[in-house]
């Protein structure tokens, strides 16, 4: 049930009141900027903040601004993106989601390939992705004289220790949590994309709060589009019967990555509850990687003849397959990274169910549908009571689709961040 007492929402409600004057805002930009980008990732794949670096980018041009990337030598070019890759590496093609040793090897041929670029392409701004973006922009943009932004999307170290590349009582955990203070304080100003996360730059890292912005994931809400305004939804049936899944069903989606922080494993725990009360409930679970692990799982739990895993779905068919859905879920963990699947959820007009953690009721505010936090049981029970409530389900939809349009602009984004570089730059 909805979570009484949100203070984000309304928080989050009057510290937006300006976001739907975006398209008005743009005509007040003076000053047009060269903004170098640092993406220490297979810029561009299909989840997380590939989106956020890609939608940015994308509001800055529609702003007037020159953006270029610099990322490492594998990923997909989006069309209309300015894109500058590392040195390729023959030997290691793949780059892994998550924390990598091979990372710091990539990391010093993204380092050369930032300071090229930059020489060539004279900045005035550097807008550096997490904690190794950060940390290469700001040798880049002290050594030329150019500012940096810091777009922080979570902790270091505890996405590491999400993701069980580092222990906590590791002897490699103390110098890496230095390392990260020490990243986080060379930078100039850090944005966020959740106050959760200002919170904790500034009580675990000791940030100074005057020099942190939150400026949060936003969605394209004329791309992510509910039912009521497709009218191309002979699409979403024709994937829903190519996918194989039986028409008195109804659908729980999920898009996004498949890990255990993310709560994978929690989402077919509670597929598997709904699925022994006889509820006629079909989970169509698309992301990467592990997809063989978690349908081997499903085999094991008994349920795999109610799961679908697709694999990887690209960004561009994303609002498409997510319609096929009567529920979407949100089950992750993690207290420190973003949840930027829940604003595509939203902009479809899904109702959606999300752990309670700080980062889904800022997001979803009110809107939203939560569980106890890690509790597959109480997941299954959320889930449920959506899906036996269409009328209830269909205001919980409609709720968050108003709230995307009216809090969750890429154009307002793009203003801010503007706002920030004018600053910056003086």
């Not at 109702?351 to 979803?364: C, N, Q």
């Amino acid at each position: 049930m909805n979570a009484p007492g949100r203070a984000p929402a309304a928080a989050a409600e009057s510290a937006a009141v300006a976001r739907p004057q975006a398209s008005a805002g743009q005509k007040r930009v003076a000053r047009l900027y060269r903004i170098l980008k640092v993406a220490p990732t297979a810029f561009f794949s299909d989840y997380g903040c590939h989106v956020r670096i890609l939608e940015e980018t994308r509001a800055l041009h529609r702003l007037g601004n020159g953006v270029v990337i610099c990322t490492y030598h594998t990923g997909s070019n989006p069309p209309g993106v300015c894109v500058r890759r590392a040195l390729n590496t023959p030997w290691w093609r793949a780059v892994r989601v998550g924390p990598s040793r091979r990372k710091f090897f990539y990391d010093f041929w993204l380092l050369l390939k930032a300071f090229e670029t930059a020489l060539a392409f004279r900045p005035d701004i550097i807008h550096a992705h997490l904690h190794e973006g950060a940390l290469i922009g700001t040798l880049v943009g002290r050594a030329l004289g150019i500012p940096v932004v810091f777009d922080f999307q979570g902790s270091l170290t505890s996405e590491m220790v999400d993701h069980r590349f580092l222990d906590p009582a590791s002897i490699w955990y103390r110098p890496l949590r230095l390392l990260e203070w020490v990243i986080d304080h060379w930078a100039a100003v850090i944005v966020t994309s959740s106050r959760n996360a200002a919170d904790i730059l500034v009580r675990e890292f000791g940030y100074p709060r005057a020099k942190v912005r939150t400026i949060p994931d936003c969605v394209d809400a004329t791309t992510f589009r509910p039912r009521w305004l497709r009218n191309d939804l002979d699409r979403v049936e024709r994937l829903r019967t190519a996918l194989g899944i039986p028409p008195d069903r109804k659908v729980v989606v999920y898009l996004g990555l498949l890990a255990e922080y993310q709560g994978t494993g929690l989402l077919l725990e509670a597929a598997r509850r709904l699925i022994d009360r006889g509820m006629p409930v079909h989970f169509l679970v698309m992301g990467f990687p592990g997809e063989e692990a978690y349908r081997s799982r499903a085999e094991q739990l008994g349920i795999d003849r109610f799961v679908t895993f697709t694999g990887r779905v690209s960004y561009g068919l994303a609002p498409d397959y997510l319609l096929i859905g009567d529920v979407a879920v949100s089950p992750k963990i993690s207290e420190t990274e973003g949840n930027g699947k829940l604003l595509n959820y939203m902009a479809c007009g899904l109702p959606t169910v999300a752990f309670d953690t700080p980062v889904a009721t800022e997001i979803l505010g009110d809107a939203g549908v939560y569980a106890r936090t890690g509790d597959p049981e109480s997941l299954a029970d959320r889930i449920g009571e959506l899906l036996t409530n269409p009328e209830w389900a269909g205001e919980v939809g409609r709720r968050l689709r108003r709230r995307a349009e009216a809090y969750f602009s890429w154009d307002w984004a793009a203003l801010q961040f503007v706002e920030l570089y004018r600053e910056l730059t003086g």
